[in-house]
């Protein structure tokens, strides 16, 4: 089967033709660690995963290796190191060692909630552990002419790569209008960017031949990435938010390190998120971390919402996109339910075959929507043939929901997480239903109107019928 992506580089969906079918390796910019992870940040994650289900697929999952680092040096980092410092009365480098180890196990806890993949170990590199590389690398760009030392940085100067700005397709003019450039006297174009900076005796640091420092953000992958994958690898991802500097400058610094190799055949960047139509921000209020997210709704409709637009478009995170998506994900499931036991293992790409439709819909640049709309369908054929007691069908839908990230578990402890709950117990609920029901008998509507009302306000309706009074969570 033919995968076709969008690549960045060429505008156009190309082919993926993998450099090695018995390893297809795939870079996939992962998080800055030092607070929870926001919901846009889910976007890559979820997107990438399922292209890594794909490709585990096609090729077998025993031949993709792919790679999403933690950034755990970053000036950011640097900067709520040094108040929890302060607050705590420990060194800037503890508080650094705390703050990042508790936000990647969290991000972790996240990422597994939302029904990605876990990923080895050595395929999750944090750039702490690759400084040694870093510094060769830059060692190796001043050898070739590319960077140069000054005042204790080292900088990456542009004007030694003629073909800078290929993946955005800016020049150097446009983007010096456009960017906020760092104008700095050790720099000889404003455009050359840091790939060495010094450190003070406060700030994390590593020696290096250019004093005690720390290395910028573009080289932390440009190593991590070429440690692990190889000089040339078949797909580099991230947020469009990216390709400009940060995969410009990956860009530069691995193609000039490896006599023009290229870094990646194929560039893909997912559309940004917004929020109820606003851009997201701390400032404006709707700033939503995925972890606050999980504690309302469960992460298979997180994942279900995110999948519904495509991952070029912008998507709008929005409460009724969240409901809908929820209702969609309960009528699936149902139609899941009797035959669930002869689902695949939790986690694992099913050895039966894939529902065709929504393989091929996902190998034409991952169109989630259409893959989607196939699966609606796929559910309708389940739903008949279960009314007739045909297995096939039911089991092919389930598989089909395993292998989209949207069931890990049986199906019934799945619906059980995803319909609404209730915010009384049950036997609180029919307590309340047997005095509604007694103030009936006595003539007493005041009062049964009132609880009534009282349950409807703790978002539980009650529906009178001919055998008595049942209730459902309002939806
Ligand atoms: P960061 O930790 O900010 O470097 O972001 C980690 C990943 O999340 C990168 O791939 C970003 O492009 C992506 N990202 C950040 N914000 C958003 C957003 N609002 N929408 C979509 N992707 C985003
Ligand atoms: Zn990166």
Redesign the pocket.
């Known amino acids: 089967m033919s995968i076709r992506l969008h690549n960045t580089l060429t505008r156009q969906k190309d082919e993926l033709v993998p450099l090695d079918k018995n390893n297809v390796r795939m870079y996939?910019?992962?998080?800055?660690v030092y607070d929870f992870?926001?919901i846009?940040?889910a976007?890559?994650v979820i997107v990438f995963d399922v292209l890594y289900r794909l490709l585990r697929h096609v090729y077998g999952p025993d031949h993709v290796t792919y790679v999403r680092n933690i950034?755990d040096i970053d000036d950011k980092i640097n900067a709520r190191a040094a108040e929890t410092a302060a607050k705590k009365g420990i060194t800037v480098e503890q508080a650094r060692v705390e703050i990042t180890g508790l936000t990647t196990q969290q991000y972790f806890d996240d990422v597994a909630a939302l029904g990605c993949l876990p990923l080895p170990e050595k395929n999750t590199p944090r750039a702490t552990e690759y400084v040694s590389g870093m510094i060769e690398m830059i060692g190796t760009l001043i050898a070739a002419g590319h960077a140069y030392a000054a005042e204790g940085h080292v900088l990456y100067d542009v004007s030694s790569k003629p073909d800078y700005g290929k993946l955005s397709r800016r020049s150097l003019d446009e983007m010096m209008a456009g960017a906020r450039v760092e104008v700095a006297p050790y720099k000889k174009n404003p455009m050359d960017f840091v790939l060495w900076k010094p450190s003070d005796a406060l700030t994390p640091g590593w020696e290096s031949p250019w004093g005690r420092g720390r290395p910028g953000w573009h080289i932390e992958c440009s190593v991590m990435g070429g440690a692990l994958l190889g000089e040339t690898f078949d797909i580099h991802?991230?947020?469009?938010?990216?390709m400009f500097p940060h995969h410009e400058n990956e860009i530069a610094q691995s193609e000039g390190c490896h006599h023009g190799a290229p870094l990646a055949n194929i560039w893909m960047h997912?559309?940004?998120?917004?929020v109820e139509g606003e851009k997201?921000s701390k400032s404006l209020g709707n700033f939503i971390t995925i972890n606050a997210l999980l504690k309302d709704w469960p992460g298979e409709v997180l994942r279900l919402n995110m999948l519904r637009t495509h991952y070029r478009q912008p998507?709008d995170w929005t409460l009724a996109g969240l409901k809908e998506s929820r209702r969609i994900l309960e009528e699936w499931l149902l139609a899941a339910v009797p035959m669930s036991v002869l689902g695949a293992a939790p986690h694992e790409v099913s050895k039966r075959p894939i529902y065709p439709p929504l393989l091929e819909a996902l190998s034409d640049d991952l169109n989630t929507p259409k893959a989607i709309a196939e699966i609606h369908k796929l559910r309708n054929s389940a739903f008949h043939h279960r009314s007739i007691g045909a297995a096939n069908t039911v089991v092919e839908f389930s598989d089909a929901l395993r292998f989209f990230g949207l069931l890990r578990d049986e199906v019934t402890d799945a619906l059980d997480r995803i319909r609404p709950k209730a915010s009384l117990p049950e036997e609180a609920i029919s307590a309340f239903i047997a005095a509604r029901t007694a103030a009936r008998k006595a003539k007493n509507f005041a009062e049964s109107d009132r609880i009534r009302d009282d349950l409807l306000a703790k978002g539980i309706v009650l529906m009178d019928g001919p055998t008595g009074t049942t209730w459902e969570v309002k939806k």
């Open positions: 996939v910019c992962g998080p800055t992870a926001h846009g940040n976007r890559p950034t991802g991230g947020g469009v938010d990216l997912n559309g940004f998120l917004q997201m998507i």
